[in-house]
């Protein structure tokens, strides 16, 4: 089923540094994932959206936090996500600082969505984010994506392994399995963001 409240996600504006980023105000929630996970297309088919997020890689957004207003109050965030291993030294520092300050400083962000391949889950890239994410007070959801591409029962399995590595922080913690091209999952993701968001019921 459509939901018009997250139809509305538009571009805001793009950061580079944590000033220039919205006023910290409202609520918004943040979507990280490895480099190639799915976590553009995972934002695009949550938005009933074809291109709000790139699923092509552009060189030089790589490193911004991109900002997508769904009302005065309400934001989601596409944060920085290559994988460690492409990368120099010198970036992956700079990009730990940018990352663990925003976790860290944004009061406003109430949920940090971490984007992972269901074939590949929890990489040093997921876990560092877990990490950040558990420092602060938000709420995490592991969103196990190209649930496609595995048979229902791996697909299980793969999601059971995962709540188990996390099992000591279930309260704050939750697995979903995620398609983008089959859309499951896709409702139960709006509705964790109706709550971190506090959405009005109304207005949906
Ligand atoms: P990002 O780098 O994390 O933003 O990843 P993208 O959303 O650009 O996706 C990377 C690749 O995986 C693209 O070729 C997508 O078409 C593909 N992909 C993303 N999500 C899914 C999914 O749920 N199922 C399948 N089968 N492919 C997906």
């Known amino acids: 089923m459509m939901n018009p409240f997250y139809q509305r996600a538009h571009f805001l504006t793009a950061a580079t540094q944590l000033h220039q980023a919205p006023a910290d105000s409202g609520r918004e929630v943040a979507f990280a ?7 553009s297309s995972a934002i695009n088919a949550i938005c009933h959206q074809k291109a709000l997020a790139r699923t092509s890689k552009t060189p030089g957004r790589t490193q911004q936090l991109i900002f997508f207003e769904l009302d005065a109050e309400r934001r989601l965030v596409d944060l920085p996500g290559y994988g460690y ?10 990009w730990q600082q940018h990352l663990a300050h925003y976790l860290e400083a944004r ?9 992972m391949d269901i074939r590949h889950p929890l990489t040093d890239y997921d876990r560092q984010m877990l990490a950040w994410g558990l420092k602060g007070e938000m709420s995490l959801l592991l969103l ?3 649930a496609d591409k595995l048979k229902k029962g791996p697909a299980q399995a793969a999601r059971l392994a995962v709540e188990r590595a996390v099992a000591s922080h279930a309260d704050r913690v ?6 983008a091209p089959e859309r499951q999952g896709v409702e139960a993701v709006q509705g964790w963001l109706d709550r971190w968001l ?7």
């Open 174 to 179: 939750s697995v979903q399995l995620f398609s």
């Open 85 to 94: 291993a492409k990368v120099s030294e010198a970036v992956k520092l700079q």
């Open 198 to 204: 506090e959405v009005p019921q109304d207005q949906d």
């Open 144 to 146: 196990l994506t190209k």
């Open 107 to 115: 009061r406003s962000l109430m949920g940090l969505v971490i984007v």
């Open 33 to 39: 994932g490895r480099s190639n996970a799915g976590k």
